[in-house]
């Protein structure tokens, strides 16, 4: 499933292709992915220039004059930018063509959205009906983690009365957005903290080195998702998604990187947690 880090390698992938561009022509193969699809957005975008492509949590804002064209990649959608005339393959359910505005077919490029299981989705928010942050898919989100309002003081503060494991509280997306399943079981481990700890018992100076390592940890994902970015532009490219080097996730009985024991792995809420209960109290 496409985390935070994917999204945003996505978002530095298409947007050099789509900023400053017009949009040509509007395709949908399906009636629509996790929601049905914007009735009437051609007659919206055609002729519109593409001011931003934008991000909040896992949710890419195309931004226009006129609205903001959300795109969510779901559990298997990826975005890719072809050249014109390239035919389109099973899943390919949406594209965005646009062009340099001089309306020549060779300067034309495709955004072409595919997602085999179909829980992504494009919505269309008119600037008409108010600031996109007000949208009803983002008002609940918590701040933006690479960014500098996000801090150990944040943590801290917001957590004083979660009784939660610190792990559904990071997972809630409520305080801070994007650290999914994966980058909550590592940034714990590094920060040497239980997931099943209650969020409102750790103190200020775990809190800091919390927040580092999920700083750390994502931006990592990033620097290295950006090698994958010539695959947006690849014809036949894969879909950008990328592995790191994990120290728990995914690692049930295998010995911890640092001492050795075996990573354990328990239910939170539904899902996986992967620790070492050596290493992470
Ligand atoms: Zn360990």
Redesign the pocket.
Known sequence: MPELPEVEVTRRGVAPHLEGRIVEQVVFRREGLRWPFPAHLAESLVGQRITQVGRRGKYLLIGFATGTLIVHLGMSGHLRVLPPGVEPKKHDHFDLVVNDGAQSPSQSQVLRLNDPRRFGAVLWHAHDDGDIDAHILLRGLGVEPLEDKFSADLLYKATRKRSAPIKQVLLAGDIVVGVGNIYACESL?KAGISPKTPAGRISRARYDKLAAAIREILAEAIVQGGSTLKDFIAVNGQSGYFQQTYFVYDRAGVP??????P?RQIKQGQRSTFY?????R
Not at 256 to 261: E, F, K, P
Request: net charge positive; glycine share 8%.
């Open positions: 481990f911890c990187r640092n001492c050795g024991a990573v070492c209960a050596t290493c992470q």
